[in-house]
């Protein structure tokens, strides 16, 4: 019998490049998921003969609705970065990163499809570690879950993202935000006032493998061996960083930590003003302090903002290209700000990621 593991993807409306340095995230997990329908493989009995590599116990054998080709790895896996088609290397990294932890893995056959845009900055890849991870049979908590996944990104590619994306997928509330302090990893779900929606538009499609992302991280941790967690940091001390980069990247990450915290009060509050504020300047943060914005991102957040009944825009995620993300009344007609054809995406705060199996 099939069984069906489930992770959605998620939105960021405030809080970015913060998580790597134990600072605070503001995410949801979107009504858009990623879908692994999949078989585990029985172990083999003693004496029977040796099965075919997509039933054995010790194998997995996976293709895609979105993408040509088979994955197909043994158990263990030694260099999950190798694995191809390249959408494999993420599944290769999961199941090396619960070896690392000594978990037990279990192979299995499936077949893997998305409703998250890839490479849009919504996390179809974290979508697509923690759907793995519940298909390897993982039982952990979901901390757990979330940094066995982490470490799956960083295995199978060279970026080294936080534990915000894995963390909202597996632990997405319906209808709420998270605000989640990546330094002890406790999860504060705030609902989101029902006249308010969120949108993402989609600028451009990217991948983070070869962006300036872990030059960012790096970056972070020049600015921490001189004035200690950016985390507890105030902007004061930012301020006496000599290098100007450098100086910069601590101010965006003191001061996105303050805008998360009020950004999740205006929201308790229902102070939507407030909160698109916020937005806008944690866009401008990114943008001219981090520079992790590009000036079609920046024109578009210009556009989106005069939209009639629109609070707030900034970008969402890594940057480099990805999605900006929108918060605005329920009728706001976000469409008309952008051009033809782009994808412009109304989202709903959904469950974190679950393994059901099917009545069949
Ligand atoms: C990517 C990473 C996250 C986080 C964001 C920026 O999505 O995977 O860990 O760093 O960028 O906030």
């Known amino acids: 019998m099939s069984s069906v593991a489930r992770a959605p993807g998620r939105v960021n409306l405030i809080g ?59 158990l263990p ?52 570690e923690v759907a793995a991870a519940l298909a390897f049979g993982i039982d952990t908590d979901v901390a757990t879950l979330a940094a066995v996944c982490r470490r799956a990104e960083h295995l199978a590619t060279s970026v080294p993202c936080g534990i915000m994306d894995q963390l909202t997928s597996a632990a997405g509330v319906k209808d709420h935000a998270l605000l989640i302090d990546c330094h002890t990893l406790d999860v ?8 308010l929606a969120v949108w993402v538009v989609e600028i451009s499609s990217r991948t983070l493998d070869g962006s300036e992302y872990p030059a960012r991280v790096a970056q972070c941790a020049a600015a921490e061996r001189e004035i200690g967690p950016l985390r507890l940091a105030d902007l004061e001390s930012a301020d006496r960083i000599a290098d100007r980069t450098i100086r910069s990247r601590a101010r965006h990450v003191v001061s996105e930590n303050e805008r998360v915290r009020d950004f999740a009060a205006a929201l308790v509050a229902g102070d939507a003003r407030e909160a698109g504020r916020l937005m806008y300047a944690s866009h401008r943060s990114l943008s001219r302090d981090f520079e992790t914005s590009t000036k079609q991102m920046d024109e578009a957040v210009d556009g989106i903002s005069r939209v009639p009944g629109v609070h707030g825009v900034r970008m969402t995620g890594g940057g480099f290209g990805g999605c900006v993300v929108v918060l605005a009344e329920d009728d706001a007609p976000i469409g008309t700000a952008v051009s033809a054809g782009t994808l412009v995406m109304r989202v709903r705060a959904a469950d974190g990621a679950s393994l059901a199996t099917p009545l069949s």
């Open 16 to 74: 970015d490049h913060t998580d790597y340095t134990g600072g605070l995230v503001f995410p949801m997990a979107i009504d858009r998921d990623t879908t692994i329908v999949f078989e585990q493989s029985p172990e083999n009995s003693p004496g029977e003969p040796t099965r075919s590599a997509s039933t054995r116990a010790d194998a997995v054998s996976l293709t895609s609705e979105n993408f040509e080709g088979t994955v197909q790895f043994d």
């Open 77 to 128: 896996v030694t260099d999950a970065a190798a694995v191809r088609p390249t959408w494999g290397r993420y599944v290769a990294g999961v199941a090396a990163a619960m070896t690392e932890r000594s978990l037990p893995v279990r192979g299995f056959h499936g077949r893997v499809a998305t409703e998250v845009p890839i490479g849009g900055g919504l996390s179809s890849s974290a979508a697509l």
């Open 188 to 195: 504060t779900p705030v609902r989101i006032p029902e006249s």
